[in-house]
């Protein structure tokens, strides 16, 4: 059924929104709607080569069609590493079903990027947004992936590798910039579905900390790698616990929630993938609230350095028009996992990678292809609601 159109105030607008793309999606709307668009949304540059220079026929805009785009957390900040993608997420809208599907993306997925202009490189899919941002390395890539949109066309390239599906746009939030918006908001009460301790979650700042250790200690652990090399250094980690049911958080709690990756109770990917949903639940409980209103002024303000996208205005516009409907979409999870889709391997330099199991991509991409095509679930711990 085709979308109303209505008129709404700006923050009812702003609310809808964060309800169908997650926090990044919510803060780069806010912060376009707020006039700081030029320091958020970023211009890809063209290709060398155009496939088709022939003159093509505009399609007719159609607003009920699937809009696919990904959503990328970072680290940010000073240390080595600041740009790898630790979330990576295919976010597929489907408004004619009134849903959402978040395809949550490992980060070790190995993939071969155009970083050479005749060869490309294999790589982590993760390092994919700081390889586009480079100013030091590959600087002979084509020049679609360089410059301040750069990365983004680079993770989107990779994803496609991976999902044999385009995105369309990508939004990328530094880790500072969800922390700084949910704390804007009071934080958020999240439903723990399961209870969990993960004993090795890294500390901001002690990336490199040597945790007192001799040299001859140091050059021990240089010939270890994967967990073995990172649990070498016990002071670079911190212990977390989150016992089950309705919880407060603040932005930094809420973060550490969404990124754990090691405990034995709801570790790994699938894991990461429900707890990133319970916060996205989370997160547009409040902003629907009236008392989360008078903080969007100051959230735009705050977080207009810890956002990219490019996403167009026009785009914006398009999906604020259908603020009613959007609070009603359901929003699900799937993740590409190492269970039945990947399986772990070693890169030729001796890094922990994940590959598909089948040998190439195009089991995932039948897989995902199918579920995109089914029929929305029922399931209410799915709703947006």
Same mark, same amino acid.
């Given at each position: 059924?085709?979308? #109303? ?28 709607? *707020? ?38 957390? &970072?680290?940010? $900040? ?41 060869? !490309?490189?294999? /790589?982590?899919?993760? /390092? ?9 390395? &590959? ?17 989107? *390239?990779?994803?496609? #590798?991976?999902? $044999?599906?385009?995105?369309? &746009?990508?939004? +990328? ?13 009071? $934080? ?12 090795? *979650?890294?500390? %901001? ?8 250790? /001799? ?21 670079? &980690?911190?212990? !977390? ?9 603040? $932005? ?13 109770? @709801? ?6 993938? +429900? ?6 639940? +989370? =997160? ?26 490019? !996403?167009?205005?026009? %785009? ?12 009603? *979409?359901?929003?699900?999870? =799937?993740?590409? @996992?190492?269970?039945? #889709? ?31 095509? /089914? ?8 709703? =947006?609601?």
């Amino acid at each position: 059924m085709t979308a #109303q159109l209505i008129t709404l105030p700006l923050w009812q607008k702003l609310a809808a929104i964060a309800a169908v793309v997650t926090l990044g999606l919510t803060v780069a709307v806010g912060v376009v709607a *707020y006039g700081r668009a030029r320091s958020v949304v970023v211009t890809p540059k063209s290709p060398t080569i155009t496939q088709d220079n022939s003159p093509q026929p505009s399609p007719t805009p159609d607003p009920d069609r699937d809009r696919v785009i990904a959503l990328l957390g &970072y680290g940010g $900040g000073q240390h080595a590493g600041g740009r790898l993608t630790d979330t990576m997420i295919l976010a597929v809208i489907q408004p004619k079903q009134q849903r959402v599907i978040l395809v949550s993306l490992p980060r070790d997925i190995w993939v071969e990027l155009p970083l050479k202009p005749t060869e !490309l490189v294999g /790589s982590k899919l993760n /390092s994919a947004y700081s390889y586009g941002l480079d100013t030091r390395r &590959y600087l002979e890539r084509p020049p679609e992936f360089t410059g301040n949109a750069g990365g983004g066309q680079l993770a989107k *390239y990779a994803i496609k #590798q991976v999902t $044999g599906i385009q995105p369309e &746009y990508f939004v +990328a939030v530094d880790f500072e910039g969800f922390v700084k918006a949910i704390d804007n908001f009071g $934080g958020v009460t999240v439903n723990v579905a399961r209870p969990f301790t993960d004993e090795w *979650y890294p500390i %901001e700042g002690k990336e490199n900390d040597t945790c007192e250790k /001799s040299p001859e200690e140091l050059a021990a652990v240089a010939t270890l790698s994967g967990t073995l090399a990172e649990q070498a250094f016990p002071c670079r &980690y911190e212990k !977390l616990e989150f016992l089950a049911g309705r919880q407060q958080m603040d $932005g930094a709690t809420a973060l550490k929630y969404v990124r754990s990756r090691h405990s034995n109770q @709801d570790g790994g990917d699938l894991g990461r993938a +429900a707890r990133q949903r319970a916060v996205v639940v +989370a =997160l547009k409980d409040k902003i629907f609230k009236l008392e989360a209103v008078p903080k969007l002024p100051g959230l735009l303000t705050t977080l207009s350095w810890h956002v990219s996208t490019d !996403l167009p205005l026009a %785009e914006w516009d398009d999906w604020l028009q259908r603020a009613d409907d959007l609070q009603h *979409y359901h929003i699900t999870s =799937l993740v590409i @996992d190492d269970k039945t #889709q990947l399986k772990a391997s070693k890169s030729s330099d001796g890094q922990f990678i994940l590959v598909p199991r089948q040998g190439d991509w195009s089991a995932v991409q039948a897989w995902l292809q199918s579920e995109l095509a /089914s029929p929305p679930a029922s399931d209410s711990a799915t709703q =947006l609601q």
